[in-house]
């Protein structure tokens, strides 16, 4: 019996135990659904790359975001809310309220469902969607998967009903194809689907307003990635009139925030039509902070279809953080801190604003016990948000918040915030509470605080990627440095669908999944054209390597 039908049938068995669970287990008391004859339905909208206090409500007047501004007047805006600094790690802890290194996302999970090695979260992982569809949810994801391509680990696998949308990073809008790499990149459920021409946003919105249609008499749980405002920044040209006088690039990030507000609305609307609205938990949400990629196809023969030379990135980002440093790729607040908000009309305030740091993890308990669905029997790193929606004065309960993506980490406690190189090595001591925030460098003035930041991380660390028995190769060691100058992004065992994990610097795997250890293994790496930056524009080189095995034990 092969390692994949071990793990479906595990999932099978577990979803049939969380739904027995489920019919079993009391409804939760106060803020929950049991005050209703049915339970609530849920809507996570989650857009791609908005900046810190990109909506009107957080400050941004230039901008017009009247779905957002409507939805914190009905609900509680949170002003220290926390994602990851990239796209996967943040969408693994949404789904599962974990930290993404327990969930095997550690990596980029963006390539080809037709490609080969790839990375893709574990199957093991209990989403939101399946703690849901156990208790009798319809389910469904329009937008933007980006936990991995391969057979068998996509959103059917966990626990969404139904899929509409992409699986790897971004797509362009209208052609339909990651550019990055170049292969198209839309799937209805499993199928690949040829839809070019059509505006990606409408055909989101479409499929969404379908879906709470057809279930309009059974709760449901809707999660909306949009491919916006990521680039390509393709907005609605309606918009164009209303930004018409405002500068590059703020007025391309301004068009692509409305187009998605829109898009909102028009899904929004759609609950008050059906008389759903009051008994709906509606999430917002950014992945994380804005970007300031520039991009562009930078070879002939494209499989888009485009030229060497088009442009498709961020203009050099146009994105609002105020005083907050730092951007989309970086772990300085403008990289991590989004905007947030949760309104359930029916049962939470109105209009209310929370100050205290939370964490997109804590949405998952935060569900499940508006719901009344009985949290699954996992570890859970996020935590309910109730407590703080409730009281203003609550106190946070991430005293102390930890980042970590391949190599790169940051950990904060208080206002003191300690950031890696990316090669994993303590740089940067930044502090919140400067009038100008994280511009000054502690680290050589405060070295106690490192030390202190430093430990606790290195302890976190040790608790979610624990060392596992089988097999390693030394990945990125001097011998893979020397075969280029350049930045090394990830790498992988060539034919095997193994990862380099990022922490350890080696790539692991169990023994069984080795086939000749006598000969060894070939590292493959994608070499970027420059010490890491985030504006590169496309790989440069791959080289590979021939290790020796070494066996290990826990």
Not at 308 to 314: D, I, S, V, W
């Amino acid at each position: 019996m092969n390692m994949l039908t071990i793990c479906n049938m595990l999932q099978t068995t577990r979803l049939g135990l969380m739904a027995m669970a489920s019919a079993g287990c009391a409804l939760l008391p106060a803020a929950s659904a049991a005050a209703t004859d049915r339970k609530p339905n849920v809507i996570i909208f989650y857009t791609d790359d908005q900046g810190t206090l990109d909506a009107n409500c957080y400050g941004s007047k230039d901008l017009y975001t009247p779905t957002m501004d409507r939805l914190a007047e009905t609900g509680v805006r949170f002003t220290q809310a926390y994602a990851h600094f990239v796209c996967c790690p943040s969408r693994a802890m949404l789904l599962t309220g974990r930290h993404p290194q327990r969930c095997n996302v550690n990596g980029w999970a963006q390539a080809s469902p037709k490609a080969g090695l790839q990375l893709n979260m574990s199957l093991k992982e209990i989403t939101i969607a399946e703690a849901l569809k156990g208790a009798g949810y319809k389910t469904a994801l329009f937008g933007k998967w980006h936990l991995g391509a391969h057979d068998g680990y996509g959103p059917a696998d966990q626990g969404f009903d139904e899929f509409f949308g992409f699986r790897s990073g971004f797509i362009d809008n209208y052609i339909h194809n990651f550019l990055h790499e170049g292969f198209h990149d839309l799937y209805d459920g499993e199928n690949e689907v040829f839809m070019n021409g059509q505006y990606f946003p409408d055909l989101v919105t479409g499929r969404a307003l379908q879906f709470v249609d057809r279930n309009k008499d059974v709760p449901f749980f809707m999660y909306v990635a949009f491919n916006l405002p990521h680039y390509p920044e393709q907005a609605d040209a309606k918009f164009d009139e209303r930004y018409k006088d405002m500068k590059m690039p703020r007025q391309s990030e301004a068009k692509v925030i409305s187009t998605v507000d829109d898009r909102m609305g028009m899904i929004v609307r759609k609950l008050e039509q059906l008389g759903l609205r009051e008994n709906t938990i509606i999430i917002f949400m950014s992945d994380n902070g804005a970007s300031v990629e520039d991009c562009s196809i930078n070879r002939d023969n494209h499989p888009s279809g485009f030229p060497k030379g088009h442009h498709y990135g961020a203009f050099g980002g146009g994105g609002n953080s105020g005083k907050w440093r730092g951007a989309k790729a970086t772990y300085y607040e403008g990289g991590i801190r989004v905007p947030a908000i949760i309104s359930f009309p029916s049962e939470l305030p109105k209009g209310a604003i929370r100050d205290q740091a939370i964490s997109c993890m804590d949405w998952f308990p935060t569900v499940m016990e508006l719901c009344g669905v009985p949290l699954p029997e996992v570890k859970l790193d996020g935590q309910s948000l109730m407590p703080i929606i409730k009281s203003a004065n609550a106190p946070t309960h991430h005293q102390v918040m930890h980042w970590h993506f391949e190599q790169r980490w940051a950990v904060r406690e208080g206002d003191w915030k300690l950031i890696s190189t990316p090669h994993g090595e303590p740089d940067f001591l930044g502090n919140l509470a400067d009038a100008e925030p994280e511009r000054r460098n502690y680290i050589k003035e405060q070295p106690e605080i490192a030390g202190k930041l430093l430990k606790l991380h290195d302890d976190w660390i040790q608790e979610v990627m624990p060392r596992q028995g089988g097999v390693a190769v030394d990945a990125v060691s001097g011998r893979m440095d020397a075969l280029s100058g350049h930045a090394i992004f990830g790498t992988g065992v060539r034919g095997n669908g193994l990862r380099f994990d990022g922490f350890t610097s080696r790539v692991v795997c169990k023994a069984a999944e080795v086939p000749a250890l006598t000969n060894g293994l070939t590292v493959e790496a994608w070499i970027a054209p420059q010490e890491y930056s985030w504006n590169w524009t496309g790989w440069v080189d791959r080289e590979e390597q021939s290790f020796a095995a070494e066996k290990f034990e826990e």
